[in-house]
């Protein structure tokens, strides 16, 4: 159970905004299984490496969520003895909150084949049904302290939905079939592809060159505060000193990135980190994550089956160490995440989520005479150059959630922005993704600093 | 294409057991979707380990195998062009044939979650079509070249019945659940188990103790001649010298196990092969595989789900390591290949096999007046002493097909008998099964010598 | 060749300190040499895993830096074609500059017992000459451009020094024997012991308790600037704002530790970073390094043989995520490098360091009235909540110097301070050292902020 | 303690040759260290692989083996305590038999830096001092019970002569500077290279045509009996059914190999055995072991140096998989160990052995009139179609020393005849070495049969 901080005005910000959340479970509940409609059973079971997930395990450690951290407090709360769903569901979807108990090894999730797709789909509804049944109660009045966990249950699903896309895309590749996930091609999703001409001639051009916006030196705050939910590694909002600096309007795009291949970027170490580097050489990268090459022509899986590369959508699926060394080769360096951030005031949190459809990077628009920054939010995770570390005062959340975030404090670099696999509602500018610096199977891309 | 040799009057066999080709390729094509019949979608994809496949592949490579080394040749020698049914599925689905081009991973077998479970059965029906055009015109005298792989394929495809439930057992194994495949208790399946009573307390007794069966020395003719099918690792016919021996009229029993187990069998080094004690260590061996202990009762996942132990049973599931262990400790030996087969003898190739729906070994049967040998066929492959190498004389099929067995005669050891998961038909006396000595996942077990 | 910069002004500094590059260089080598005097020459050759190297190793590759990157500069310089000691030492003794070329694999150094210890000397004695030939001419006037690398040589080698050591104490802590490098007790080494009773008895005391000095928030300075040498990676100087904090004035004891460990530390998931518990579970750790309990006593591996555990001693050989953990349970947290730096100011770099020959930690001392941190220098490295990344402005050394520290800028964590194993001339307060959080051989405490 | 058997009548025997237990110890104690006389210390220590030892480790433990199995039992005997030289050199220099009691973990042998070499050499010259007095009792007709063991602590200490040699050699291989042990060449060591002209020009030459012996087919007898002493591995003599077959009269040269390799010998899956075309890929072998290619020529790494591969000399250092390969590529096949035991009767046991100090196959002579096999003993080793199992009724030797040789028996192949590292008194006709297919660091080569 969450209890005080950022979360504590929920009820509040909800009415404010007018939606219910009973309306905003129901919403975010069904976005998960719409996502999941062009599935196979068989596409549901798969665990493509250790640090993916099956979709079918994505449906049930989410429902298994609500049931652990609402459901159960709740039933104890008004002294009603509990039962779940399956008295083995706890220990087959817990992920790693070991607080609650002992856990299925995470690279065995693939295992299972059963409980079966159906089975878990039963499950869904049976906390669903539970769910609504409680929401009714809390929209009463009653469980007034269950609704700030509710909030995160149904933020965490949010991140569940991103991550199910990431690791079916991630287990389709594996496929030497390179099989589509969604046969409709996807090309006119998307707001953000006004007055684009997309198509095989349109993906021959190049985006127009990225502007450096220049920042003074000074104190800034950075981070969450007042109302609305945030994670609790967003807080406290705090003071950092930011150098003077300049940030691109725009991210680095396929084309500027395949400009960094051709000038041999993947075969001169001086451009590398000594880790990235080794990562080089052991991996044998050549390319972005699902980039392949044809007859000359570079061609990139995506949800949507093979697609030529467009130069003009920002580069996805480059590890930090990728990011690091095109930002190298550019003469440039990646942004800080107090730089990011600082950059990203003030906008609106719009631009290709994952409701569009797209599901892959959109062709950068072209800029603006008011020189705001480009594609800040959707399209791609940005890679920033701070590791990801606890701001100054930082408390995890109560409880067994404080295993939520905190304890993933180390070895991972900062990302921020949101992809085109995030929920839009689930972007904003303090939200601090974080992932190895090695990894490069989320759509994870880069902007430049100076 | 197989020529020549063992399988060269397969035809004029057929005719005089009055079955013919075409009926028996119906009946085993079909024997193998009958052994799917209970799995769900999810159970046909997963891949448990790198030795074993998925339930999907099997039936996949299967029609592979009759489309590639049937179908394509038949329609070339009659000068017409053959389009397979997926232009990719040879990549896929070809198993270990260099020959025939080049091959997907075995260890990613399990990340192909399409073809789906629906394609690939719409694979085996569009195989059995056109099979079953040709098998019409190889009654009337067509294609007589192609019988003998015709048959190979055959018997190919029950080695793969055999394997797929092997495989589907050890996969379900791996799920916490521990769930059945099939829901009806196999108990009064198999012929071999009239007269025995079957329950808790039936289960307490014990098996009567083996009797030796002495064999004077002498030089004596192993392997396949004549008609009937064999592969080509069990001839040429010849002469072996054998010393004077004795066998085990019975297999080595559960409760023979136990006896090992509680006598320190699993931590006593002067007991092991120097690899096997290894084993024991690094893997954690105490118990043949698929044995828990409950509350100080020793339970067995079975296809049907945890079952007791029963102590009259053939113990299943030992390495040769655990078998050549037992058998020291024991004052015995494990027989040679030769000495088995010499056995087995004038024996009817009768037995628990797959065909009984047991899918688990039977309690031995109590010896009869006459002191033949029990159970030498079916419930448990029988490690011998005797490393998988070519009979002295051996040659491999021809053309690709010599790659079936030949090149796989190093660091395996020789078992006979044919076990549980084996289809009655395929089972024979001079039938050499091999797997490495540290395999445990098939029904192994073992027959005492001395 | 390092050009301007934090190096520019070495020969200035020299002589206002009245010591001569040539003096210092020898005093230098000399150091190292009188390190590896009680080494056995089978001592030499061992590489006790991939992180450490062979003495031997360390001996040729400080070698092969002066003759490198000054010897063979200083001869092109003046048009003299250069022959090194020995055509393949280059490939052998290269650690991991790229652009000098080929090198011997890092985890191979161990399998060269050619040269041998002999060799190696001699190949230091030919470098010796050939650089105190140079360092006449430098003192004279010449190669004014090469003073900096050589400088930058020397600050190498003391690196090397520590190194060695470090690797040795490792080394020879595999040894089931636990030998001792020196057979000298090495008690009364050491300045900082002064007042304190050494022995059987003293060690069952315990330290005064921590107490924490209150800093004010603000913009803070820290990194390098001005005279004195320093690494890249300690420039530019540059303003961070720091929050308000206490720094414990003394760091964390043995004896605080055991405290640790006797409440459980070891056992409880919370304490622990995820990483850190992973280590734990898989390497088993329930110690710091080289601590062995016998009888109930815990007893501690040193270069003087094993020793019991001094509860007034920092504790040492702890990795980031035991410090990590440590720092939660007792309900504080590491300091930052920008507050361990502030922390710092104005103190003198005086401490156990190398020389004393004490080569473990002291009893840290009583505190004083006056309230300044113990023990900041010397005794043990103190790793810092920070992530080892560049500072706001950073540059690399240009040339192939440029790949000392700025490749190795992730998956790191700082440490400051220096430790017992040290050269005195060595530490200073913007020094900032870096390991992977899992690294435990290097001599490395912690001490606490809040 | 060895009791009974083949080496009951070992005094017997002594006499009638004429050589007294206490000279032969002093003789093979010698040789061992006459072998390590150009060892520098630093080569004594270094382990290069798991497999392979260092030289002190080989030193101190044959020195144990006598300590242990002699000397202890001796002082037993007669009620005298007994202690050892040093209390944990058991634990260090036990190899494998678990029944003295716990042992140093293999892998680890090279982190022992300590014992020095020059301790080590105390702890052999103690042990011999010891055992001289020991011998002069036996002599005397004392601790008859002994004398076997004596026997097989020499024998041994010759097989552990034989891999100090390989295990030195895979060493200096490691370096890049491929360091000679001896500097002479070698050349005109070995009595087999009469009237062969060595050099350069020799070296283009070819041995002249092997020819294949004719054997009838029968019951025949293999294996040790009578006097002399032998393994236990090599007894009980039993009879075996050989067919007839043909035996190669001379070993496979360099040339011959070479034109294997020449035709594609390392790139035709269809040569190899499934596990060797998977050691092949993996290990990327293309050449036996220790060939190297420069500009076009094929040298070789020998403990003179790297050497001209000379076409005349027998292959070595290919592991089984090559030679089966190299077998079916050539039209024929390995011989089994009985065809090889038969082709060797009544042939004087002479050849390339250690004791030449050429190190290296030498030559193989011109065939003779007569027909007599050439080189079947010494130069290489010869890998059989056999695998390492106990032969018909064998028994392990009583006691500990029961796991010298039984517990080996899997996953390793038998190799015949002895090699040019092998001490000349250890070879004989019925000698059964062995080693897992894959090992190439011994000087193992080939014959052909058919």
């Keep these: 159970m969450v209890s005080g901080g950022p979360v504590a005005q929920a009820g509040k910000r909800e009415a404010e905004r007018g939606v219910s959340l009973g309306a905003r479970y129901d919403a975010v509940r069904a976005f998960t299984e719409a996502l999941c409609a062009p599935l196979s059973a068989e596409d549901y079971v798969v665990q493509s490496m250790p640090d993916a997930s099956p979709a079918k395990w994505h449906l049930a450690h989410t429902s298994w969520f609500f049931e652990t951290f609402v459901l159960e407090p709740a039933a104890r709360a008004v002294g009603v003895s509990f039962a779940p769903f399956h008295p083995r569901f706890g220990f087959l979807f817990n992920s790693y909150y070991v607080g609650v108990g002992k856990r299925h ?30 929401l009714m109660e809390v929209a009463g009045g009653a469980h007034a302290n269950l609704k700030a966990t509710i909030e995160v249950g149904l933020q965490h699903e949010q991140q569940h939905q991103e991550l199910l896309l990431t690791d079916v895309k991630h287990l389709l590749a594996q496929n030497p079939l390179r099989p589509a996930l969604r046969e409709d091609g996807g090309e006119h999703a998307g707001g953000v592809e006004t007055g684009v001409v997309w198509g095989a001639a349109g993906t021959t051009g190049a985006a127009d060159a990225a502007r450096f916006i220049e920042k003074e030196e000074g104190v800034r705050w950075i981070g969450h505060a007042g109302e609305g939910f945030a994670f609790d590694n967003e807080s406290p909002r705090h003071r950092v000193f930011v150098a003077a600096h300049a940030l691109a309007d725009r991210p680095v795009t396929c084309g500027d990135y395949l400009a960094f291949m051709e000038d041999g970027g993947y075969r001169r170490a001086d451009l590398w980190l000594s880790e990235g580097w080794e990562a080089v050489q052991v991996q044998g990268w050549e390319a972005p994550l699902y980039w392949e090459r044809e007859e000359g022509d570079w061609q990139v899986f995506t949800l949507h089956g093979m697609r030529a590369v467009d130069p003009r959508a920002p580069v996805s699926h480059v590890s930090f160490y990728e990011a690091d060394a095109f930002a190298r080769w550019a003469g440039a360096r990646l942004p800080t995440e107090a730089e990011w951030e600082v950059g990203a005031e003030g906008l609106a949190v719009e631009g290709n989520f994952a409701e569009s459809g797209r599901l892959r990077p959109a062709p950068v628009t072209t800029a603006g005479d008011e020189g ?19 701001y100054p005062g930082y408390e995890a959340w109560a409880g067994t959630l404080g295993e939520y975030n905190g304890k993933f404090m180390s070895g991972q670099m900062v990302l921020r922005g949101g992809s085109c696999f995030t929920p839009a509602s689930h972007a904003r500018a303090t939200y601090r993704n974080f992932f190895p610096p090695s990894a490069r199977w989320q759509a994870s891309g880069l902007r430049l600093a100076r």
């Design 105 to 134: 090894s995470r690279p065995q999730r693939g295992m299972l084949t059963r409980p079966t797709v159906a089975e878990v789909y039963a499950y869904r509804q049976h906390v669903d049904a539970r769910m609504r049944a409680l």
């Design 372 to 390: 705001a920054p480009r594609a800040m939010f959707g399209d791609v995770w940005e890679w920033t150059a701070s590791a990801y570390l606890p």
